[in-house]
């Protein structure tokens, strides 16, 4: 079983819709788990961080199941902005340096 | 500033050459990192830093070599460039916290390297 693995999609909504990612992992002890967003030839960057009582930023709802191993991102109301691949990223170790691992990420196309 | 600058942001060059790119991060982080996308958009980690001290060494040809002269920095030195080392590669740095958790990464814009 991969580290992280995700559905690269991709997924082509029109604008308003509402669009769910998900994503498994297989290290039990992973602590911390995030969603970062990469646009097109760039930097990935941090959308949001997953907490285990899930949590909520705007448009953008994240949700934690331990014990499913199970990741998720639901995008409420899509915008053509919200174009890009999103990339689910888990924190396997309780270890200063460890590093974090990626998906290979999930591609979204909102059109008008 | 730049949080996280690397250097230079686009680098061609011949199989073979040698070549390297710099990395400095600005946010007083303990750990630093070099991950490489390939052409498929796969972030995988190559080396990791923490305080100067390598932590992970993925399996990556020994003809990559890291350097970190201080917390705020580590380089990438790569010998004998060969074809499949075309790809972007992203320097990244993150604060452990309490219990040696590190916290989100910040990334580089990254360095498309070509090697023709």
């Known amino acids: 079983r991969k580290e992280v693995e995700q559905d690269p999609g991709p997924f082509n909504v029109p604008e308003g819709a509402t669009v769910a990612f998900n994503c498994t992992y297989s290290n039990s002890a992973s602590q911390s788990f995030f969603w970062y967003r990469q646009d097109c030839r760039k930097e990935p960057k941090l959308l949001m961080s997953?907490?285990?009582s899930g949590n909520e930023d705007g448009r953008f709802t994240a949700q934690l199941n331990r014990a499913s191993q199970y990741i998720s991102l639901l995008i409420r109301d899509s915008k053509l902005s919200d174009s890009a691949t999103y990339l689910c990223v888990v924190n396997p170790f309780n270890q200063a340096g460890t590093a974090l691992i990626f998906g290979k990420g999930t591609t979204l196309s909102v059109s008008s | 500033d730049t949080a996280v600058s690397q250097t230079p942001k686009y680098l061609v060059t011949q199989m073979g050459n040698d070549k390297s790119i710099k990395c400095e991060q600005n946010l007083g982080h303990d750990t630093m990192y070099w991950y490489k996308q390939d052409s498929k958009k796969f972030l995988k980690i190559m080396f990791s830093y923490n305080n100067k001290e390598l932590i992970i060494n993925e399996t990556v040809p020994n003809r990559f070599s890291p350097k970190s002269p201080d917390k705020a920095h580590l380089n990438l030195h790569i010998n004998s460039l060969e074809l499949g080392d075309s790809a972007v590669y992203f320097c990244?740095?993150?604060?452990?916290?309490?219990?040696?958790?590190?916290?989100?990464?910040?990334f580089g814009q990254g360095t498309r390297l070509t090697v023709v």
């Open positions: 997953v907490y285990s």
């Open positions: 990244a740095s993150s604060q452990v916290q309490g219990k040696g958790v590190n916290t989100e990464a910040f």
